[in-house]
């Protein structure tokens, strides 16, 4: 799987836009980029995952490049409750014996 | 719905003790695996399975057991507890090993081995 990089922390004010980037210059045709979360001792949570286009859910939007070697993840109105780890993934769908390799992330806080 | 539930939340053995983390998952999904992170660090593959019956080693297997006999139940067993393996387990599952669909992950165990 692709290696990726992401900043170390991060500080965004609340009810503003936070944007995590991600870089993953490696990253090959098949590979998702997936985003988790995870809030302080909790178990990590799914955000988004996206292939090549750009992605929106309820939670937030992916934003990847057209060359596809980085990509942002948009949480669009940021919460207290927004403050955690967020680690970005890339990797094969469907790859049984291979993890969800989670490096150390962002640490993203959020103050009032 | 319950999603993935663990069990115990916390744990304290003494070196050389056996125990079983139970996992359980109610979404019918055929993947479910166990990870173990350490404090400061990501988490690393222990043991998985593909469906029942069928399970593999991930990154750090040695040390523990795994089993599945049923598609919803996935426990995971330390064979003589270790110091090295206290940690915080986390059990996850997912539709099946063939999609891209997300990974469902469960509160965790915090086990400490004195």
């Known amino acids: 799987d692709a290696k990726t990089t992401q900043p170390t922390s991060m500080d965004c004010a609340e009810g503003r836009a936070a944007n995590l980037p991600c870089n993953h210059s490696t990253i090959s045709g098949n590979e998702y980029v997936y985003w988790y979360r995870q809030i302080h001792s909790q178990g990590p949570q799914y955000i988004i995952h996206?292939?090549?286009n750009n992605e929106t859910n309820e939670m937030a939007s992916l934003i990847i490049t057209e060359d596809r070697k980085s990509s942002t993840l948009i949480l669009p109105h940021a919460t207290l409750r927004d403050t955690a780890v967020y680690y970005c993934?890339?990797?094969?769908?469907?790859?049984?014996?291979?993890?969800?390799?989670f490096g150390k992330g962002t640490t993203l806080s959020v103050s009032s | 719905n319950a999603g993935v539930t663990q069990t115990p939340k916390f744990q304290v053995l003494k070196t050389g003790q056996s125990m079983t983390l139970q996992c359980a998952q109610d979404m019918n999904h055929e993947y479910m695996s166990w990870y173990r992170q350490d404090p400061g660090m990501g988490l690393r593959l222990i043991h998985y399975?593909?469906?029942?019956?069928?399970?593999d080693q991930g990154e750090v297997p040695n040390g523990y057991n795994v089993s599945r006999s049923t598609t919803e139940d996935f426990p995971l067993r330390l064979l003589s507890a270790a110091p090295s393996q206290t940690s915080v387990y986390f059990c996850?599952?997912?539709?099946?090993?063939?999609?891209?669909?997300?990974?469902?992950f469960g509160p965790g165990t915090r086990l400490t081995v004195t």
């Open positions: 996850a599952s997912r539709r099946d090993s063939s999609s891209s669909y997300e990974q469902y």
């Open positions: 399975s593909v469906g029942a019956g069928i399970t």
């Open positions: 996206g292939l090549k």
């Open positions: 993934i890339v990797r094969v769908a469907g790859q049984a014996g291979t993890a969800l390799i």
